[in-house]
């Protein structure tokens, strides 16, 4: 079983990001979708502190550390790229106005609540950060995460054990095993990895799934 790596897993993402979508991406491992969106397409990317148009992460040496996204990574601003408050920023992601957020997460559940900002444990920081405003403002919500934790247990399940950011706000799932479509009717799985049988996915989630 070939599981993606954390490239191929934002490559994966940045294929199903339409022309002319305002994408916000979160932070850590959704950061990555912005060094593969093809270099033919339009995609505008929002960060929450404060700018739309941001592009790819610059060449090491080339940082500009004024230009930075949310999770205090330098980044580059493509041609026409426009700042703004951080209030008119939450603006834009509580109005409506994102097409796409992707984000990363503890639990996703069958019905696409979003637990990623609280494990619940005594000594994590809590930090939901603008979270809960792009899961419930942005009309599609993705998710990237490693399917299993590091004990094996699996992260999308039947009901989220952690405390939730947004209720049944998830549409996608990426894996570093497989894609996962959260519809009224179930959880679809497509995109296995080679060497993976959906038998095999099916008992490592341990909640029901459907074929795509």
């Known amino acids: 079983m070939n599981k993606l790596n954390r490239d191929q897993m934002a490559q994966r993402v940045a294929r199903d990001i339409p022309e002319g979508a305002y994408v916000n991406l979160g932070i850590g491992l959704p950061t990555l979708v912005a060094n593969h969106l093809p270099a033919d397409r339009e995609v505008l990317l929002h960060t929450e502190n404060?700018?739309?148009?941001?592009?790819?992460?610059?060449?090491?040496?080339?940082?500009?550390?004024?230009?930075?996204?949310?999770?205090?990574?330098?980044?580059?601003?493509?041609?026409?790229?426009?700042?703004?408050?951080?209030?008119?920023?939450?603006?834009?992601?509580?109005?409506?106005?994102?097409?796409?957020?992707?984000?990363?997460?503890?639990?996703?559940?069958?019905?696409?609540?979003?637990?990623n900002w609280?494990?619940?444990?005594?000594?994590?920081?809590?930090?939901?950060?603008?979270?809960?405003?792009?899961?419930?403002?942005?009309?599609?919500?993705?998710?990237?995460?490693?399917?299993?934790?590091?004990?094996g247990s699996s992260k999308l399940v039947e009901t989220c054990s952690y405390p939730v950011t947004g209720v049944g706000c998830v549409s996608r799932v990426y894996t570093d095993l497989a894609v996962f479509d959260i519809e009224k009717d179930g959880v679809y799985a497509s995109d296995l990895v080679d060497g993976l049988s959906f038998d095999e996915l099916q008992r490592l989630c341990g909640v029901p799934l459907r074929q795509a």
Not at 73 to 99: C, E, I, K, W
Not at 131 to 138: C, K, P, V
Request: aromatic share 6%; proline share 6%.
């Open 118 to 151: 609280h494990t619940g444990a005594p000594d994590a920081i809590p930090a939901v950060g603008g979270a809960m405003d792009l899961a419930i403002g942005a009309k599609d919500v993705f998710v990237m995460m490693d399917l299993l934790t590091k004990t």
């Open 50 to 115: 404060g700018l739309l148009g941001m592009g790819p992460a610059p060449e090491k040496g080339q940082e500009d550390w004024d230009l930075i996204n949310a999770g205090k990574q330098p980044v580059t601003a493509l041609p026409g790229a426009a700042y703004f408050h951080h209030a008119d920023s939450f603006g834009m992601m509580r109005g409506g106005h994102l097409d796409v957020c992707v984000l990363g997460a503890f639990q996703v559940s069958v019905k696409g609540d979003l637990a």
